[in-house]
């Protein structure tokens, strides 16, 4: 009878230890998940491509080769103030000088002839008001596209990104007549903190649709700009600016949702900043010497020995005046703070001319004055006000949704439901194993 009780005491305590083990292992996994595995995946992906496109809005921009050429852009070219003085002759004169005279206009006649011509040119290419090259109220847009390049690897990803300001009423005549600016952007960042890494990797080029201009040497930069961290924080965060190679601090003003997503949003206001001055002195910090690369670069963002007038400023309409390109952009993003990914965006980016910085402060803040040039510009050089259009927000909500998805579900429900069956397998194996125990201690007393 002794040896049945101890094999049966024996089977009880099998089953106990199972149920014991089996639920350290639940917890362990639990534990790991939460502690070890889901951290280790809050890296940003290796393959991402992604391209977000904008609304098309009304717009504005200054056609630089009209400007530089002295011709008005088609859609001014009805306007009084943007047709040329006409040199030649009217009404009956007109007649004459196409008839007998024009025939006998040989030799020192001739000359003669040339001479007026010279002169009438010359009245003729005197300088156009700047609005005659300033197309307003066209439909523009923006679009970039994201893609994880090389170098990346466990630690870091290298992004690039294409981003293109285009005009819709010229995407007929093909991308060089349709293109306002680009910027091809190269950036290497932490794959956790999304801060771009201490080393002269990042480049920035440049292209106005006047020119080209490429000057890709590396630098180092800060702030986070297409991405923000995994968990991002309710605070302010630097902000890497493209267009003037700037670093301002954006700021967090609320928590929202964006298409069911959760999600933080941040705000920046910045302007006027000198474009001229910020490239300038960006390229001068990285570069030896002299580079004609720079130059063209700098071309459009300086305006020099033009008149007063042209521009439409105060004062004496004959003076001339040097007008340098200034930057204000009011941005706004919305950040699922699980992910760090952006889910939306918007940019009101205007950009004109001024003569220093304390001009462009004063026109800037005067409200009614910056209505007025949106109505009839005579100094913009960039107007865009938009953000991302339905399908690039309902693309971008949903590759954030399956992220956040799969975080909460293998670093919340997974481990709580791991850990729930890991304390019901450990209870039942403690409590098994103490039935087994009081089971022996009774056989024994009845024994005695």
Request: aromatic share 8%.
């Amino acid at each position: 009878m002794a040896r049945q009780n101890n094999s049966a005491g024996a089977r009880s305590a099998i089953p106990a230890m199972v149920l014991v083990g089996l639920g350290a292992f639940l917890l362990t996994i639990a534990l790991a998940l939460v502690f070890f595995v889901v951290p280790s995946q809050k890296k940003t992906p290796l393959d991402i491509n992604s391209t977000t496109v904008t609304e098309v809005v009304p717009g504005a921009v200054l056609v630089g080769k009209a400007l530089a050429g002295n011709t008005p852009t088609e859609l001014n070219a009805d306007r009084p103030e943007c047709r040329p003085a006409d040199g030649g002759a009217e009404g009956d004169d007109a007649e004459v000088a196409e008839g007998d005279d024009a025939e006998v206009a040989e030799g020192d006649d001739a000359e003669v002839a040339e001479g007026a011509e010279a002169e009438g040119a010359s009245d003729s290419d005197e300088q156009l008001p700047v609005n005659c090259f300033i197309d307003n109220d066209i439909p523009m847009f923006s679009q970039r596209r994201v893609m994880a390049v090389e170098p990346s690897d466990s630690d870091t990803v290298t992004f690039q990104a294409a981003q293109t300001l285009m005009r819709e009423d010229k995407a007929e005549s093909g991308d060089e007549a349709a293109l306002i600016n680009a910027t091809i952007d190269r950036v290497t960042l932490d794959r956790v903190t999304a801060e771009p890494v201490d080393e002269p990797t990042s480049t920035v080029q440049l292209t106005q649709s006047a020119g080209d201009g490429a000057a890709p040497t590396g630098f180092v930069r800060n702030g986070v700009q297409y991405k923000f961290p995994f968990d991002t924080e309710q605070r302010a965060y630097d902000y890497f600016d493209a267009s003037t190679f700037t670093t301002n601090p954006i700021e967090f003003v609320g928590e929202t949702t964006v298409g069911g997503v959760e999600a933080y949003e941040f705000k920046q206001e910045l302007g006027p900043i000198d474009m001229w001055s910020s490239i300038r002195d960006h390229f001068a910090s990285i570069s030896d010497g002299y580079d004609p690369t720079v130059e063209s670069v700098l071309a459009s963002y300086k305006r020099e020995g033009m008149k007063a007038g042209a521009w439409g400023l105060e004062g004496d309409p004959e003076r001339e005046v040097d007008m340098t390109r200034f930057y204000t952009n009011t941005r706004t993003v919305w950040v699922n703070p699980e992910t760090g990914q952006i889910v939306n965006g918007s940019e009101q980016q205007f950009q004109f001319f001024a003569e220093n910085q304390a001009e462009a402060d004063a026109f800037f803040a005067d409200k009614a004055a910056v209505e007025e040039e949106k109505v009839n510009p005579t100094r913009t050089a960039v107007r865009f006000d938009s953000g991302w259009d339905e399908a690039t927000q309902e693309r971008t909500l949903a590759g954030a949704q399956d992220s956040a998805d799969t975080l909460n579900t293998f670093g919340r429900i997974v481990p709580i439901i791991l850990g729930i069956l890991g304390i019901l397998s450990l209870a039942g194996g403690i409590v098994l194993g103490g039935r087994g125990k009081s089971g022996k201690k009774g056989r024994r007393g009845a024994k005695a």
